[in-house]
């Protein structure tokens, strides 16, 4: 059974987070995605949390106690910036720990066995959250929040696919040296934040737990199922984790205004039906995905839709692999990814045969 997080305090509430006019990150993106889903009968197809907030030690695992001292000082009941992208209002605190409070309640729920997969639709997102600073929208990391918290009772393993089209930095940073968590991004690149090369493949005590392919713009479908089926479940099956978090943002949309790719609402229900595929063959089925960015208000009620679908439609099984995209950058984006994981001592190949050519 599903177990989603879906409430008007993460969109156009009164006490919740307002965004400067004109901001991208906007209320109205959660209102869009809670009407499409209650549109597809997401209430008769799962049960609905009651929020909470993160606790101090829940949000401790993963941020500097300093850092969280700033934030309870400077922006409970205020408005102002964190950094040049990164507003808060009086209803913000609120909404970021209820947003990264109740995730982490959804993820410890489908560990427990009270559900098996599980949705969250949250504002703020957090995927640009670093252990110390704000960032990118961000403030409270909810995925690492919950991701730790798994850990912490019991999860031995936590797998995290990062499919928003910027670099989950702050997750990246977060785990950067945990062989426990597997990280994995496919983003633009080169493009906001900078970070995620192919190179960057974890920390000493950490090699080949963190796995980035960049790819470049315009890339769409193709070059996202080949990255999956050549990158992504491999590195899973070998991970064998016990739980799969997603971060879902939808700004690789086609018609997304921030960034520059094409992928369409079949395309993000192909990487997640691969998701519940793997994780029903590794992880018992547990698997939560939960909001990010997503700029395009179709694109993002559409694309969060189809997941819904994916996770709780029937099992279908892992299709043969997608074959390498023909755009050569983006071939050598997933090759050279490869390399360097391989380099750490991850070495990957596809699970499935190869599909055959078109005739
Ligand atoms: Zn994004």
Redesign the pocket.
Known sequence: MLGYVLDEIFGDSADGHRAPSGHPERPARADAVRDALYAAGIADRGEKLALRPASDEELARVHAGDYLDELVKRVPGQSGWLDGDTYYSPGTWRAATLAAGSTTQLVTDVLDGRYTTGLSVVRP?G??ATRDRAM??CLLNNVAIAAAAARARGAGRVAIVDW???HGNGTQDIFWDDPDVLYLSV?QYPY?PGTGKPTETGGPGAPGATINVGLPGGSGDAEYLAVFDRVFVPAIARFQPDLVLVSA?F??FQHDP??SMRVTHAGFAQMASRLRAIAERFAGGRIVAVL????DLHGLSGGMTVVLDKLTGPSEPLPASAPMPPNPVARAAIEGTLAAVGAAGVVLAPLAEEAPASR
């Open positions: 997102p995927h640009h990118g929208f928003d089209v910027h983003h906001y943002g700004d690789a921030l960034a990010e960015g997503g700029y």
